[in-house]
C-alpha cells in the first residue's frame, strides 16, 4: 500500500439528516389501484437532488443539510418553555458518549454568535434536520406547543401551512424565520420523535472536496405525509422500501452514496413497520457511533473500510489521505475475511460503478444492527 501526500486539513462543516421512514396501510378491497404493499411494510422517503448540486448532485438522499446558527439560537427557549427546557427539553437521559474516530478539528462556524451555542447539539441537530425537511419536501414534523412529548407512538406530520412555497423561500434565505413559522403555528419542532441513529464523516477523496460530519436520525411516522419538493434542492421523490429502492438502484432509477446505500441496507433488516420503531425505542439509550470511512484505492475501483476491518486503520493521517494499492478489487476481497466495507466495481464515481456491494463480517456494537452482506453483480449496471 502506498499513501499519497498529506493534503491541507478539511473544513467539515456539521449537519443532520432525518430517514423518514412511514407506515403503509395495505389496501383494502374497494381500491384495488392502491399501490401494494411492500415487503418491509414501510417505506422511507427519498429526495433526488438536482444535477445543479454541488454535493452528490442527482443521488437520492434522505432529507438533511448543513447546521445553521439559527438551529442553536436562545430564541427557541421560549417556543420550547414552560413545558420543556434545558439540558435535554424532555428527550429523556442522555446516551453515552461514545469515543470514535476521528477527533475533528474544531471547526464549527455555526456557533460564532454569542446565542448561537445556547441549544445543545442533540437539540439543535433536531432542529436542523427538522427545518431541512420543511425547506427540501415540504413536510412539517411539528407537534402543538404543551406537555405530552414523551409518548412512544409514531409521529405524525402537520399538514402544510398556507402560502408554502412563499414559507421555503423565506425559510431558505434566513433559517432563523423558521422559529416564526413555529411560532405562528403554535408548534415546536417534533424533537421528540427523532431517534438517534448513526453518524457519518464524509472520507477524503480529493483536496478541497466538501465535507461534512453528519448525524442521522430516524423518524417513525404513522402514515406517509404530502411532499412537495421545492424544485431548486430536490426535483423528485419517492416514497420507497428498502427492497424496492434496491431495485431502483439496479435497474439505474436511482443513484445513492455509500452511507444511503449503507442505511437502506440496514433498514432492511426490518420486516415490518412496528418491529422496526420498537427497535429504534429499545437501542436509543445506547448512543451512535460516528463513522469515518478510510478510501482505498484499488486498480479498478474503490473501496470504503468502515471500523471494525481488518484494513481499517484509526490513524489522523488518513483524515486526509487515501489508501491506494495496484491491486485489483476482486484480489484485495480474495486476501481477508474481516470485513466492515462498502465495494464499488470499476469506477470511483458512485453513479459510474459497474458493481455496488456491502460486505460484513463483524458483529455490531451498542445493539445496533449492520447490514447482511449483499453483492450486486457487476453484470447487473
Known amino acids: 500500500m502506498s499513501v499519497p501526500v498529506r493534503a491541507a486539513p478539511s473544513n467539515w462543516r456539521r449537519a443532520a439528516t432525518i430517514m423518514l421512514v412511514a407506515g403503509w396501510p395495505r389496501p383494502v378491497p374497494t381500491a384495488p389501484s392502491r399501490p401494494q404493499p411492500p415487503p418491509e411494510g414501510f417505506r422511507v422517503l427519498l429526495l433526488q437532488r438536482s444535477s ?29 418553555a414552560p413545558h420543556h427546557g434545558p439540558p435535554r427539553f424532555g428527550l429523556g437521559p442522555a446516551p453515552p458518549q461514545l469515543a470514535t474516530f476521528p477527533v475533528l478539528p474544531t471547526a464549527r462556524p455555526e456557533a460564532v454568535d454569542e446565542g448561537a451555542a445556547a441549544l445543545p447539539d442533540d437539540i439543535a441537530f433536531r432542529i436542523c434536520a427538522i427545518r431541512e425537511a420543511f425547506e427540501e419536501a415540504g413536510v412539517l414534523l411539528l407537534r402543538p406547543r404543551g406537555p405530552g412529548a414523551r409518548d412512544q407512538a409514531p409521529g405524525c406530520a402537520l399538514a402544510p401551512p398556507p402560502a408554502l ?61 404530502q411532499v412537495f419538493p421545492d424544485l431548486v434542492e430536490v426535483v423528485d421523490c419517492k416514497w420507497s422500501s428498502p427492497s424496492e429502492a434496491l431495485e431502483s438502484l439496479i435497474s439505474k432509477e436511482m443513484s445513492f452514496a455509500p452511507p444511503q446505500f449503507y442505511e437502506l441496507r440496514r433498514l432492511g433488516n426490518f420486516a415490518s413497520f412496528s418491529d422496526l420503531h420498537k427497535f429504534s425505542l429499545d437501542r436509543e439509550s445506547e448512543g451512535t457511533e460516528r463513522w469515518m470511512p478510510i478510501i482505498l484505492l484499488t486498480a479498478d475501483g474503490m473501496i470504503h473500510l468502515l471500523p471494525g476491518d481488518e484494513m481499517y486503520l484509526e490513524d489522523s493521517n488518513f483524515l486526509e489521505n487515501c489508501m491506494s494499492t495496484e491491486k485489483k478489487t476482486e484480489e484485495i476481497m480474495s486476501e481477508g475475511e474481516k470485513f466492515h466495507r462498502i465495494v464499488l466495481y470499476n469506477s470511483r464515481n458512485f453513479r459510474d460503478c459497474t458493481g455496488y456491494s456491502i460486505h460484513v463480517t463483524v458483529l455490531p456494537k451498542h445493539k445496533h444492527v449492520y447490514p447482511k452482506s449483499f453483492v450486486m453483480g457487476r453484470s447487473h449496471l
Not at 437520492?60 to 438551529?71: E, H, K, Q, S
Open 165 to 225: 412555497t412563499d414559507w421555503r423561500a423565506r425559510v431558505r434565505r434566513d433559517p432563523r424565520l423558521f422559529l416564526k413559522l413555529c411560532a405562528q403555528l403554535d408548534c415546536t419542532p417534533d424533537i421528540w420523535a427523532l431517534r438517534d441513529w448513526s453518524g457519518w464523516i464524509t472520507p477524503f477523496l480529493r483536496p478541497g472536496s466538501r465535507r461534512f460530519e453528519t448525524a442521522f436520525f430516524l423518524c417513525c411516522l404513522s402514515e406517509p405525509p
Open 52 to 80: 445543479n448540486q454541488g454535493f452528490v448532485p442527482g443521488a437520492c438522499v434522505f432529507p438533511g443539510g448543513v447546521l445553521d446558527a439559527a438551529d442553536r439560537s436562545t430564541d427557541w427557549l421560549c417556543l420550547f
